[in-house]
């Protein structure tokens, strides 16, 4: 009986995994140090998937990617590339920027998921497979991926000559303000008195009974009034600011003259009265010229527009990079495609 059922059973898996090969036929095969398959079903949404997506290829020029990818990762367990979930977050981290600073790492996990729409456990296979290949790929073409040549004067000038109108500031201003904040005022009788406050000064200011920088003392703006009321550049076309304090508020304040003192502005955020600093007019950019006026004096055209070339050229030396190492790969596995 025992015997019968040992064959019943054989019989069962093996008409089990003949239909599951009918489903999932075989699209291709790799054996770099292990065989594994590419179903047609896996191909199939995987070419449909770019389709979604815009990227229009051949069933074949995507089985050749997918076989390609199945090497590098069969490579790189080879070379004995390890990624540790510490990699993986680091170079999520990186990506999220300082926020990720003061974030832990279920909140990190949180994130993501919130933003991909996809299981933590997922997101992190795939990048550890991204990590891997990286590091496969360096680690093997470290002597041609270490001797990029940095972009020449004349590349940079022939860029910016090219590009230079996508190198615009628009209309900019610098300027001191003391600030009355409203935000936390609810009682009609609190905003009132903070009306009058701001009145106040403004009338103290023009009779010359007290100084702007005196006034500037009293200001609700901590972060401002220790800096004679430094308000910092704001540009005109700075949407998220302007949401932040109004339209009433932008307009009031690009349309005063240099060295000029406000009336009473009201913005979302309470009552300003702005003293005008400087006022930068829209222009093209010159090639040494500071991306913006607040930013670091290394933070010019020149210096972005080198930053740029040279990232340039490590995609295309890293794409070529991955395409030698996928050509030596092949010459020694062994692949079987069952589709045209």
Known sequence: MKKYLSILLLFLITVSAFCQDIIDQRAATVNLVKPEIISKKKLDQTVELLKNNGIDKTHREVLETMVGDILLQQGAERAGIVVSDKDVLKMIRSQIGKQAKTMSDTQIKDLVRKQTGVSWERYSQKSRETIQLQQYVKKVKSNKLSNIPSPTKKEVQNFYDENSTR?????????????????????????????????????????????????????????????????????????????????????????????????????????????????????VLQLDEKIDPAADENDTVRGRIEGYLLMRKQEILFKESVQELVDDLESEAEIKYFIK
């Not at 009306?195 to 702007?212: M, Q, R």
């Not at 220790?226 to 550049?233: H, V």
């Not at 690009?254 to 009336?263: C, M, T, V």
């Open 167 to 283: 190198f615009s500031l628009p209309k900019t201003v610098k300027f001191d303000h003391i600030f009355i904040d409203t935000r936390m005022l609810s009682k009609p009788e609190d905003m009132k008195k903070a009306t009058e406050k701001s009145e106040k000064y403004l009338k103290e200011i023009k009779s010359g009974k007290k100084t702007f920088d005196q006034l500037v003392e009293k200001s609700d703006d901590s972060a401002s009034k220790y800096t004679k009321g430094d308000f910092g550049y704001l540009r005109i076309n700075d949407i998220p600011r302007k949401k932040l304090l109004g339209s009433q508020f932008f307009d009031s304040v690009f349309n005063l003259k240099k060295n000029q003192i406000s009336d009473v502005i009201k913005s979302n955020m309470g009552y300003h009265i702005v003293r005008m600093k400087e006022i930068i007019e829209p222009h």
